[in-house]
């Protein structure tokens, strides 16, 4: 499929740490297939962090949702049961090693763009965190 045409996969995930590498491969198995191999690295980095948290701060399922726009933009997304918002965390100091936190700030770092939603009404619950890579 040429980079030129919109496509959008969403994969339903339980509540299991194991998620997160079967998110990963399966986010690297569709950007191969649509020639994106160049975004693969940070996407699942992204990608990772973000289901990471959906299934370490929640008790419900989750899904990863993954879009591309034309002319270059890959949106990544965690939907979660968690209407509480993301809490990017301030980097360390130099004499700090914080057991958690990180994830949202590699995501802060490391995407071109990042936001978030809650899901309310017709039987949604929780919210959708996404974040952006610019193909350019």
């Known amino acids: 499929m040429p980079e030129n045409e919109s496509w959008e996969y969403s994969l339903s995930i339980p509540n299991d740490l194991r998620a997160v590498t079967i998110s990963r491969r399966t986010l690297r198995l569709i950007l191969t297939m649509h020639g994106l191999i160049r975004l693969v690295d940070v996407a699942e980095l992204l990608a990772a962090e973000l289901i990471s948290n959906a ?10 949702r993954v879009r591309w ?23 360390p100091g130099p004499t700090e090693e914080p057991e958690e936190g990180r994830g949202m700030a590699l ?3 490391c995407a071109d763009g990042w936001g978030w939603h809650p899901l309310v009404g017709q039987g949604n619950r929780g919210k959708y965190v996404w974040c952006e890579l610019a193909a350019a």
């Open 69 to 91: 726009s034309p002319p270059g933009t890959l949106r990544i997304g965690a939907w979660d049961t968690d209407p509480e918002p993301p809490k990017p965390r301030v980097p």
């Open 55 to 64: 299934v370490r701060h929640t008790k419900g399922p989750a899904a990863l």
């Open 107 to 109: 995501v802060v770092a």
